[in-house]
Each structure stands twice: as C-alpha cells, then as structure tokens.
C-alpha cells in the first residue's frame, strides 16, 4: 500500500555529483524518517544517510561532507545530493521510509526498488 518511486541513477565521472530522489506515495498516515542505503558487488546492503521529519540527520563517514540529504515533507519526498564522487561509491542505492499506515499503527519499513549510480572515468 505504500510505494517508493526513485531516480536519478546513472553514470558519473569520478569527482561529478548527481543528484537522487525518492517519492513516497500510498497510505501513509505520518513518517518516521527516510533514509538512502547502498550496496555494492559483494558487499553487504549500509546505510548512507538518513533524516527525520523534524530534520535530524545522520550520515556514514565515507560520504560526510559530500553527500547531502534533504526532504520536502509535504510531497513525502527525500532527496540525496551527492558530490565528489569516487569510485567506491559505485552501488544501488535504495530509498527507504519509515512509515504508519494510521495513528494508531505500527512504523513499517518500505524499500524502493533501488537504482544503480556507477562512478566510472
């Protein structure tokens, strides 16, 4: 009942930026936070960076200072801006949003579908 639609994956050069976005629709009644987590070939799916509704943020330390997380909470929407980057950061990313379907709910995770952003000269 809740979908995650992203974009803005692709190919980069190494020191480019993009930028990735992820809109959630659906029944949602209120939202915890929203997050990015990446995985790469033969490692295990980490979190990249979150924010609350109320604008806390955390990010991991690769990307601290390069990456930048934002959201437009009235559109249910998360934005992650990524600059600088490096070949390492070559993964799928995928959104994720913390989410009750009523005030009365359980928070449930939801994923999108991912969307690859490969680094590359």
């Known amino acids: 009942q809740v979908q995650l639609v992203e974009s803005g994956g692709g190919l980069v050069q190494p020191g480019g930026s993009r930028g990735l976005s992820c809109a959630a629709s659906?029944?949602?009644?209120?939202?915890?936070?929203m997050g990015w987590y990446r995985q790469a070939p033969g490692k295990q799916r980490e979190l990249v960076a979150t924010?609350?509704?109320?604008?806390?943020?955390t990010y991991a330390d690769s990307v601290k200072g390069r990456f930048t997380i934002s959201t437009d909470n009235a559109k249910n929407t998360v934005h992650l801006q990524m600059n600088g980057l490096k070949p390492e950061d070559t993964a799928v990313y995928y959104c994720?949003?913390?989410?009750?379907?009523?005030?009365?709910?359980?928070?449930?995770?939801?994923w999108g579908q991912g969307t690859q952003v490969t680094v590359s000269s």
């Open positions: 924010i609350t509704t109320g604008g806390s943020t």
């Open positions: 659906g029944r949602i009644f209120s939202i915890n936070h």
């Open positions: 994720k949003v913390r989410a009750q379907s009523s005030g009365l709910g359980y928070y449930n995770d939801y």
